[in-house]
């Protein structure tokens, strides 16, 4: 007799980096709080250099509510954990402020960190965003 497989192991991983080309996509059609947040967990965290660490959908979307413009992710490494319950990204955020193609960048650092939800598919549940220093 085989052992029976978890419904939440069961099937592959999708690419990690589809799960950042969602939120990019999303943070472009919907703005930057409601296309973090459309994807995430009710709980939520998030984290930025110089503030505390926000908690709960809704705290989270105050902050993001304050960044203007679109962000664009870009995945520079990804990873899940063996239980394929957890999972996380990591990369380059590009934020435009207008639609201005030739507009400089504010760039960040990102990583994200994805939790599945009882059906089966990875849930936002840790974003940070940390500015790239410039010397």
Same mark, same amino acid.
């Given at each position: 007799m085989r052992p029976r497989r978890s419904r939440l192991l069961a099937g592959s991983t999708p690419e990690l980096a589809s799960l950042d080309v969602a939120v990019s996509r999303a943070t472009r059609a919907k703005g930057i709080a409601a296309g973090y947040v459309a994807g995430s967990t009710s709980d939520l965290r998030?984290? @930025?250099e110089g503030a505390l660490p926000k908690l709960g959908a809704t705290a989270a979307r105050a902050v993001f509510d304050s960044m203007k413009g679109e962000l664009r992710l870009e995945t520079q490494g *990804?990873?899940? %954990? %063996? *239980?394929?319950?957890?999972a996380y @990204?990591?990369?380059i955020a590009g934020r435009w402020v207008t639609r201005d193609a030739k507009a400089p960048a504010d760039s960040c650092v990102y990583l994200n960190v994805w939790r599945r939800d009882p059906q089966g598919r990875f849930r936002l549940a840790l974003a940070v965003l940390n500015p790239v220093r410039r010397r």
């Open positions: 998030f984290a @930025t *990804s990873g899940v %954990a %063996a *239980s394929r319950d957890l @990204t990591y990369g």
